[in-house]
C-alpha cells in the first residue's frame, strides 16, 4: 500500500484524490488518509502529491504512518474531488516535525 505522510499535514493539496482509480482516500481536518485495505498499490498518485507525501509503505520507517493511515481511514470520509489547499499551505510546506506539532 501507499501511505500519506507528515508533509501533508496542513497542507492537504488534495491533488492525490483525483487520480485515484479506487478512490481511497479520506479526509480529516489537517491531513488525508489512504486506506491500506483498499488501495491497489497502482503509484499513480505519489508523484501527483505536490508536498511529496505520499510514500509506498516498503520505504523503512514507515510502519507509525501505516498504523494512522489505518486508523484515519476507517473513521473520515471519503474525499474524490480536488479541494483548495489549506490556507497556510505554501508557509507549512516542508515544516518538519509536523505530526507532534499539529496533527488532530
Ligand atoms: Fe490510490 Fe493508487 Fe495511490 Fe493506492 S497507490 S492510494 S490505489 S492512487
Ligand atoms: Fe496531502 Fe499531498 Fe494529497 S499534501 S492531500 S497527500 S496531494
Known amino acids: 500500500t501507499y501511505v500519506v505522510t507528515d508533509n501533508c499535514i496542513r497542507c492537504k493539496y488534495t491533488d492525490c484524490v483525483e487520480v485515484c ?9 489537517n491531513f488525508l488518509a489512504i486506506n491500506p485495505d483498499e488501495c491497489i498499490d497502482c503509484g499513480v498518485c505519489e508523484p501527483e502529491c505536490p508536498a511529496e507525501a505520499i ?12 498504523t494512522l493511515n489505518a486508523e484515519y481511514a476507517a473513521i473520515w470520509p471519503n474525499i474524490t ?19 507532534d506539532l499539529y496533527f488532530s
Do not use: H, N
Open 21 to 29: 482509480p479506487v478512490d481511497c482516500f479520506y479526509e480529516g481536518e
Open 55 to 66: 510514500k509506498p509503505d516498503t520505504e523503512p520507517g514507515l510502519d507509525k504512518w501505516l
Open 81 to 99: 474531488i480536488k479541494r483548495d489547499p489549506m490556507p497556510e499551505a505554501k508557509e507549512m510546506d516542508g515544516v518538519s516535525g509536523k505530526l
